[in-house]
Structure formats: structure tokens, C-alpha cells
């Protein structure tokens, strides 16, 4: 049912990706309909995560669109303007999330397992199965949009979608406790913004691992209680003189890049566990077997988080624990988005409001 107030267009703005590369085409085209047990919602902002640059440049083979042209982005926030007949629980104008879970079957193992519906057998993905959102309209299965809290910034949830939960889920998942330490690599950029407040915010010591002036301070204003550059120092040394000889307790490794994983296995502690959550471009690291077994290293893969880890979130959010910074660009500058994430010039996130 369309309402008296509010007005849905029949076509809507997207950034088509026509062929592989960083280059998009912003395009007309249809506003879908949403099926039965689905809401359309009216995007209006969408973070840019690292992901996207590798999907538009198809170096990321698990998640390939199967067909050109296809819309990546899979962070978004935004309106309900219109409900499906079969969905209860929703009214249009509430403020919703969009995440790259866009329908689960509720059935298969994973689904019915706490926490693993990331994992569905038939899921329909964001980015592989269904167009993104950098586009301003797009429909959900009203299972998995994400109410959102009344008094939140709609822009600053965009990036809860994937960065925040992923990394919340993944802090989660090193079974560290408060006052233990955690590292987390590749600190500076989205994910590893939001992993330095949480950290605070649930009382891990954070060490950030980045590089240059700029991180460090960012890093720190973030929540960090030490740095260390990668490019000037050396981060296997430092990071034990800063635990005090015993390394960190957890490691969350956000860098797209397979040096820094390397590393986190020299200086983690002995029983500590690393969490895998960025994906470089070749996804291929050496393993030292015997440092693994003799240190009892647990090393592990996250993918997002749960329905409720996203409840989580919001609430962190709302309660002014943690604020991640953004910057603001219109939909229409996407591929320098991109560009600049891809260059490493991006200290927190790219959101990108759907109207410019
Ligand atoms: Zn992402
Ligand atoms: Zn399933």
C-alpha cells in the first residue's frame, strides 16, 4: 500500500557499474516493487566499505556479481516508504538499516543456529545475488531490516550496517575480557575506527596498528592506548614491549593485506586468538604450523554479526559510546570514493548521501 504522504518515483538514481573497474555510471533506472514479505525503502545515505572497490574490480571471488552491469554498496540507511501485504511490524517512515543479509531462509542450519545467519545455504546477498546500495531506492525482507533507535543520526548508522557490526562481532569473537589487550591492524580506517571505541567501550586495551602522523592521532582520539606505525617501526617488537613481553591477549586483523595476519602470529599471546576480517585482494598466507600449535594459537574467520549484534550496535551508538566519524559525499562522486579508500586517504568512513 502506497501512503497519501509519501510519493515513490518510478525510477530512481544508481551507480551502475557497466564493466569491471572503479569506474560507475550514474543511472536512471526502476524503483522496485517490494514482494509480499518485503518493505521498499528509500535509501538515503550508504557508507563505502573496502569491499566495493574489490567487487567493482572483480578481485574478490566469493563475492562476484554474476552479471554486468550490477550496483555494489551494502551499508545503508534510510525510510520505509512502502510495506508488502504479508509484513506486520512495520509502518512507513520508520527509520530502517540495510545490511548485506538482504533475505535469509530461516531454515537451513545456519540460520537456525544464534548468530551464524551470515552463513544461510540461500541466502539473497547484497552484491552478489541483488543489486546494492549505492542506488536510492531498495526493497528488503522485513526480517532483516534493522530498526533503528529514535534519535540517531540515519548517516552515522550507514556504516553500523557493515563495519560496525562486523567489527563488534569480531572484538567478540577474540573471547578477550575487560582489561586484556587486543590488537586490531589497519586501525585507522572504518572498521578499525569502530573496533578502537568498542574496545574502549568494553574495556579492552586497544593497540592500533597503522601507519603516519595522521592515523596515530586519529587512532588515538579514537580510543587507542598505544600506536604503532608499520611503516617506521617494528610492529612485532613494539607490540611486545607495549604488553609487556607477553603480546595481546586477541588480534583483529581489519587489513586488506596478508604481511600484517603474518605478524599478529609472531606477537599474539600464547592461547590468544586472532579474528580474520579483512579481505586483501590475494587471500593466500603463509601459516607457521609449529608456532601455531606450540604458542595454541586460535586463528578464526568472522563474517558480520547477528541480528543481535546489530541490536547492540545501535544501542552503543545511541548511548553516545561510540560516534564513528564520517565524511559526506554525494552519491554522484562514488568511484573518488573509492579511489581515494583504495589509496588509504580515508581515516574513518565515506558515507554517501543518496540525494547529491
Ligand atoms: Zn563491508
Ligand atoms: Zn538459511
Redesign the pocket.
Given at each position: 500500500m502506497v501512503s497519501d504522504t509519501i510519493i515513490v518515483p518510478k525510477t530512481q538514481k544508481a551507480q551502475l557499474n557497466c564493466k569491471f573497474g572503479l569506474e560507475t555510471e550514474l543511472t536512471e533506472i526502476p524503483v522496485p516493487e517490494p514482494k509480499d514479505d518485503e518493505l521498499l525503502v528509500h535509501l538515503l545515505y550508504s557508507?563505502v566499505?573496502?569491499?566495493?572497490g574489490s567487487i567493482m574490480k572483480n578481485t574478490m571471488p566469493m563475492l562476484t556479481p554474476s552479471t554486468l552491469p550490477f550496483v555494489v554498496g551494502?551499508?545503508g540507511a534510510g525510510i520505509v516508504v512502502q510495506i508488502g501485504k504479508e509484513v506486520t511490524g512495520f509502518k512507513e517512515g520508520d527509520r530502517v538499516g540495510i545490511n548485506?543479509v538482504n533475505r535469509s531462509c530461516q531454515t537451513c542450519e545456519f540460520c537456525k543456529r544464534t548468530g551464524a545467519e551470515a552463513f544461510c545455504d540461500s541466502p539473497t546477498h547484497l552484491l552478489t545475488a541483488k543489486w546494492g546500495t549505492f542506488q536510492q531506492y531498495i526493497t528488503v525482507s522485513a526480517l532483516q531490516a534493522q530498526k533503528i533507535p529514535d534519535g540517531v543520526d540515519l548517516a552515522k548508522v550507514a556504516p553500523t550496517?557493515?563495519?560496525g557490526c562486523?567489527i563488534y562481532r569480531a572484538l567478540k569473537e577474540t573471547n578477550t575480557r575487560p582489561g586484556q589487550f587486543v590488537a586490531i591492524n589497519g586501525a585507522a580506517g572504518?572498521?578499525g575506527s569502530f573496533g578502537l571505541q568498542f574496545a574502549k567501550a568494553m574495556g579492552l586495551r586497544a593497540i592500533a596498528i597503522d601507519f603516519g602522523q595522521a592515523k596515530h592521532d586519529h587512532c588515538l582520539r579514537q580510543g587507542a592506548e598505544f600506536f604503532i606505525d608499520a611503516q617506521t617501526q617494528n610492529v612485532v617488537e613494539e607490540m611486545l614491549k607495549v604488553t609487556n613481553g607477553c603480546g595481546p591477549h586477541g588480534v583483529v586483523s581489519v587489513a586488506p593485506a596478508t604481511k600484517p595476519l603474518e605478524e599478529a602470529l609472531l606477537y599474539v599471546r600464547k592461547t590468544g586468538t586472532i579474528v580474520m576480517v579483512g579481505l586483501p585482494d590475494d587471500g593466500k598466507f603463509t601459516l607457521d604450523i609449529n608456532l601455531m600449535v606450540f604458542k595454541g594459537v586460535t586463528i578464526k574467520g568472522t563474517l558480520?554479526g547477528s541480528r543481535e549484534d546489530m541490536d547492540e550496535v545501535l544501542q552503543f551508538l545511541a548511548r553516545g559510546l561510540i560516534d564513528i566519524p564520517i565524511e559526506i559525499m554525494g552519491l554522484s562522486e562514488l568511484p573518488n570514493a573509492v579511489k581515494r579508500l583504495e589509496n588509504c586517504q580515508v581515516n574513518g568512513r565515506i558515507v554517501l548521501d543518496t540525494s547529491k
Open positions: 557508507g566499505c573496502h569491499s566495493d551494502h551499508e548485506f550496517q557493515c563495519a562486523t572504518g572498521l558480520l
